[in-house]
């Protein structure tokens, strides 16, 4: 990896800090791979010195005292759970051929429909659950029993704009 490659993935994994930080940072560590390329090393080797780019930003981001992402890295993974999970169920759907008859579309679609009604249940159940657990905490419990059923709301908005969006494409 050469110097620039270098600064603009190292800047990007530094995005959470305010911009002038950022350039002082990357700043700093252009001069020292020039100082390393003057001093005779190779450009590449200059830059594998600093080791993996992730490492060495959870580094600086800790100096700057700048919590790591782990927590949005589960989120992360649950969205992509998700959206692989309803990727899959689409392509079940779309995978029917053309000349196949209504009835056997509507019921495939139906299928398709049922699976995330089950999910949906699931979903309400496990917040309802959660609800009668945390109202032991009182007004915390409340609070995180709200974001439960906001998320689980915003989950039912979309499975239902992406059944929409599908019955819409089938009738193009």
């Known amino acids: 990896m050469n110097k620039q490659e270098f600064l603009k993935l190292l800047r990007k994994q530094l995005n959470v800090l305010k911009e002038t ?4 940072i990357i700043q700093e560590y252009s001069l020292h791979i020039d100082e390393e390329i003057a001093s005779g090393k ?19 981001l800790d100096a700057y005292q700048v919590k790591t992402k782990k927590p949005k890295k589960i989120i992360a993974k649950a969205i992509k759970m998700f959206s692989l999970f309803d990727e899959e169920l689409l392509d079940i759907v779309n995978s029917l ?16 429909v049922m699976i995330w009604g089950i999910m949906i249940t699931a979903m309400v ?16 419990g409340t609070f995180i029993n709200v974001i439960f059923i906001l998320f689980g709301s915003v989950m039912m908005v979309y499975i239902a704009l992406r059944v929409i969006t599908h019955v819409w494409r089938r009738r193009k």
């Open 42 to 60: 190779d450009e590449e080797v200059a830059v594998k010195n600093f080791g993996d780019i992730k490492s060495l930003a959870e580094e600086i």
């Open 125 to 140: 159940f496990l917040f309802e659950t959660t609800g009668w657990i945390l109202g032991v905490l009182g007004s915390l």
């Open 97 to 112: 051929p053309r000349g196949i008859g209504f009835s056997h579309k509507f019921s495939l679609f139906t299928l398709y």
């Open 21 to 24: 930080e950022i350039d002082d």
